[in-house]
Every structure is written in C-alpha cells, then in structure tokens.
C-alpha cells in the first residue's frame, strides 16, 4: 500500500494574490481560480463534494413532534465526491469560467444548465441546488508512483459535517445583506443548526441562516444560536398584516413600504409564537405590489431556497422587519 501525503489548493480571486485559504469567499462574476503545485511525474485529479440537499436534517426534534425542539444531537449530513474529469491533468483550473454564447457547459454542469437558462422566469427555481451562486466543496489527488497527495475531503468529516479545512469557494450575488445570503445556496437544511454549523456553512434553519448572512454583512461573527422570535424583537416592524394564499391583507407596495432584502416573520393560524422567517427577494411579475406572485428567500426545513408567497410557507400572521 503506498503513502498518502498531504496537499494543498491554493486559490486566487480576481488578480488578487494567491491563498492557501480553505474558505474562499467571491462575487459572482469574479474569476475563481484553483490550483496544486505540479509534483514530478504527478497526475493530478480534481474532485467536487456535494452535500446531499434531498435530505431533511435536525440536529432537534421538528416543531410538530412531541418534545418539539428538543436536542437530540448532530444528524448525519450524507456526502457524495463527484469526479471532475474535464479537470484531470489540469494542475490550475477556473470552475465558472465563462462559456462561449453559442456552447453549452460541459462535463459536471451540464445538468445544471437548464436550471441556470430558466433563472430569471415567472415561476422560482425547482432545485435546491445553484450551479452559479452559494458554496461548493473541492479536493485534490495527486498520484505519482506509490504515492497518493490528497487534499482535505470526505476523510475530513466529523459528527458536526464536514470539515471547515475542506476548500469551500462561496459565491454571492452582492455586496449587500440579500447577496450575502445566496452565499448560502447548496448548504443543506439543518433544523437546530449550530452557530459552528452556520459559519462554516455545514448547515442552516431559517433564523440562523439569516443572521449568519447578516453578520456577514457586517464584518462580524455569528456566536449564538437565534430563534425566530428573537429576530422579531431585534429588528424595526415596519408592519404587520396577515397572508392568505401568498396575498398580504394590506396594500404593500416594492420600493415605497417594502423592499429587497426586508424580512417576513410569520406565526401560523394557531401558533403561539413566530415560527418562520425569511427575506423578501424580487417582485417577480414587476406589479409593485406585494402579491402571491413575489419570491421570498428562505431556509428550512430545506436548503435555503426561492419560493413564491403562492407556495403557502408565509400564510398566517406576518411581521416585515426591517435588518440594520
């Protein structure tokens, strides 16, 4: 059995200097490139690792069981190392490097292709997973004769998920809080997700995941955990008002009581307390109204997601608060 050694990615965002930083952080559109330094008589393969996002985790106990959020201790996130051929040989390379118009991508994105072209629709996405925005897992193999160089993957697990010193490239959309928060897309879905969990982009529930975007924003640390009830009393109410079938009671009008990025809080038809959470995101059919039709970005029980105000998870009571 040959030796396994230990090897490195370096990264470079834009023309910026190259790092041996396991969390690489971009906007979209900025160049992202990848690279191991060449070992003699080494063949080099790259390896993406995918967070199964069809899984719903809970690290406590669903709010609709008995001993409802009660710890039960870390779920198991599930894993897969996805094979990059298009990449063997390649000791530098640039996974969102743009294509030509006319040609279509190959190789691990091509799946995700038809995803990407429909973005920008009347109807939000049906994948969890974004090919163009949120974090992404890779890892290195060398093989140069008996010897095996390996950089941090699957190995790298522990019972919190996956280890922070696999390299994680996240990608958001914008330097504002909402951008910060498509930095999130492709992290599963934890219910009870830990602030070591939300930092390190292992997993998230609808609370945490918005003010480890928000803190994000604001050059700090997430350190504790939040409920939703919490955010309700930290942040301005703009308004209160109730949803029916995604149709807010009151005339809430884009750009003139609301915007992008303003947070709805809801508590549900016999609820006690606010239950759910999450960011107002576009108005998708551009009435300037908020209606049924406007998407909300937004993270449990699954991955963080789009979905219309029609789909019903903001039905009942709602607060827009207004993040600082």
């Known amino acids: 059995m040959g030796q396994v050694q230990a090897v490195a990615i370096e990264s470079q965002v834009g023309a910026g200097a190259w790092s041996q930083t396991t969390a690489v952080l971009a906007r979209q559109g900025q160049r992202v490139a990848l690279r191991v330094a060449p070992i003699p008589k080494g063949s080099i393969r790259w390896y993406r690792i995918r967070p199964r996002l069809d899984v719903r985790y809970n690290n406590a106990v669903w709010p609709w069981l008995p001993g409802a959020y ?34 279509a991508p190959s190789g691990v994105w091509a799946r995700l292709w038809a995803w990407v072209r429909q973005w920008g629709a009347s109807d939000p996405p049906a994948s969890f ?5 949120g974090s992404f897992w890779f890892q290195a193999e060398v093989r140069a004769g008996e010897t095996l160089w390996r950089s941090p993957g699957l190995e790298a697990r522990t019972a919190k998920g996956l280890s922070p010193e696999v390299l994680r490239v996240s990608i958001r959309q914008s330097d504002d809080l909402l951008g910060h ?54 942040f301005p109410v703009l308004l209160q008002t109730t949803v029916t079938a995604g149709e807010p009671a ?5 750009g ?14 016999g609820g006690t307390q606010y239950q759910h959470i999450g960011a107002l995101y576009k108005d998708a059919n551009g009435n300037g109204r908020l209606d049924a039709a406007d998407w909300v970005l937004h993270a449990g029980p699954d991955p963080l997601q789009i979905s219309a105000l029609a789909a019903g998870g903001f039905d009942g009571t709602v607060l827009v608060l207004r993040p600082r």
């Open 181 to 234: 928060l498509t930095a999130y897309f492709n992290v599963p879905g934890i219910f009870g997700s830990t602030p070591y969990q939300v930092r390190h982009h292992i997993g998230v529930d609808c609370a945490d995941v918005l003010m480890a975007a928000h803190a994000n924003w604001q050059g700090t640390t997430l350190t504790r955990d939040y409920n939703v009830a919490m955010l309700t009393e930290q």
């Open 250 to 254: 009151a005339d809430i009008r884009w």
């Open 129 to 133: 997973e974004r090919s163009d925005l």
């Open 70 to 103: 009660r710890w039960k201790g870390y779920d198991t996130i599930h894993y897969q190392r996805e094979p990059l051929p298009e990449y063997n040989g390649q000791w530098t390379i640039e996974p969102w490097r743009p294509q030509r118009a006319e040609v």
């Open 256 to 269: 003139r009581t609301v915007r992008a990025g303003d947070w709805l809080a809801v508590k549900y038809p």
